[in-house]
């Protein structure tokens, strides 16, 4: 029987109530199954290549040593840019993943253009160029009414209103031949936040991005190993710090830590099947990466990312994961590592009186 059909307690010549079911809807991703399945497929392999090329190069230069020097450099990102170019023509999609792969080696590879503009600079105009374009030309707003984007424009706001408060304290003059730079850093991220999640299409393009992340976090974990693998013979403990692309090992410690979100959220939403466990090297490449970094806070951040992680996934995966980490600690405290137990141990020594706060702490004032 069809829609349309009368129900055979209908009486003839009654109206239908009933409307028919609405086919899914393509500009919505999570109507249309089909999609959804087909997330992962040529745009996510090809964008991937594109992203080895750059990351290959760094690591080319990282283990052999390289020296390009500027000619090899910005003749990489010549011939990179018009690759990137070809691509562009489909989208927004694969600048983005160029921004993830590059913006956490920025500081190792700056790519100074001119006095003021270097390559952070020109990949913010233009995203900054494509979100308007995209927004005109598609008739969208330039602001999608996401969750937690109006959490996150509040703090922008309060954090606007902190520079003016600054410069009433200190002065005009002061605080822009002394601190204006670092403020715009610090504004980076609510700039690099709303052009992301503006420039997202769909929850398809949503994914292949984490896919970006993972492939960025794989790429840091392993300039970490390989710095490790030079500096594991030092003989203190500050001397052995991992400085990381960002060149702090506080910086670096929290970088592996956001780095190392996805890979376990791919790895809960999966737990206890079998493909939990794909990324599972990756993941315990970080962790000794994080280790190397001796940053007591990042331990206690992985801890609390852990916490709620699992909590987000189960209370009975939380109380899982509390268990286990409960038994280690209390009943196999061999399994924690001593270099970790070290570091952790500073925090509780005494020191003489003349004696200095270590390089990481002094780096904070």
Not at 105 to 126: C, D, H, M, Q, W
Not at 151 to 179: C, E, K, M, Q, R
Not at 321 to 338: D, R
């Amino acid at each position: 029987m069809s829609v349309t059909t009368p129900h055979p307690r209908q009486k003839p010549g009654g109206l239908n109530n009933r409307r028919p079911a609405s086919a899914p809807s393509v500009e919505n991703p999570a109507e249309n199954p089909v999609e959804n399945v087909n997330w992962a497929g040529k745009e996510l392999y090809s964008i991937l290549r594109l992203l080895a090329v750059p990351a290959l190069f760094v690591l080319s230069i990282i283990v052999f040593k390289l020296h390009p020097g500027k000619i090899g450099l910005y003749g990489f990102a010549l011939v990179f840019g018009l690759l990137l170019l070809i691509q562009l023509r489909k989208g927004p999609e694969p600048l983005l993943a160029l921004v993830i792969i590059y913006y956490p080696l920025s500081k190792l590879y700056p790519v100074l253009i001119a006095p003021g503009i270097n390559g952070t600079n020109l990949l913010e105009l233009f995203l900054i160029s494509f979100w308007v374009i995209h927004a005109y030309k598609n008739q969208r707003k330039m602001f999608n009414p996401l969750p937690f984007t109006r959490l996150v424009g509040i703090w922008f706001f309060l954090s606007v209103i902190s520079v003016f408060t600054a410069i009433y304290h200190i002065g005009l003059h002061p605080f822009i031949w002394n601190y204006l730079l670092s403020a715009r850093g610090f504004f980076d991220q609510f700039i690099i936040f709303f052009l992301v999640v503006n420039l997202i299409q769909d929850k398809n393009m949503a994914r292949r991005l984490i896919v970006y992340m993972m492939f960025s976090a794989a790429v840091i974990f392993l300039y970490g190993i390989h710095e490790w693998w030079l500096t594991r013979g030092a003989s203190s403990i500050e001397k052995s710090r991992l400085l990381g692309p960002i060149g702090q090992p506080n910086e670096f410690a929290a970088q592996i830590i956001y780095s190392l979100a996805p890979l376990l959220a791919y790895g809960a939403y999966y737990f206890p099947r079998w493909k939990s466990w794909r990324l599972a090297p990756i993941v315990l490449i970080g962790l000794k990466v994080l280790l190397a970094a001796f940053s007591r806070g990042a331990y206690l951040a992985f801890a609390m990312e852990l916490a709620t992680l699992s909590f987000v996934k189960s209370k009975k995966f939380f109380v899982l994961v509390l268990l286990v980490i409960g038994t280690i600690y209390f009943f196999i405290p061999a399994l924690v590592p001593n270099s970790m137990k070290a570091r952790v141990a500073q925090t509780y020594q005494d020191h003489e009186v003349d004696s200095k706060i270590d390089k990481s702490a002094d780096s904070r004032f």
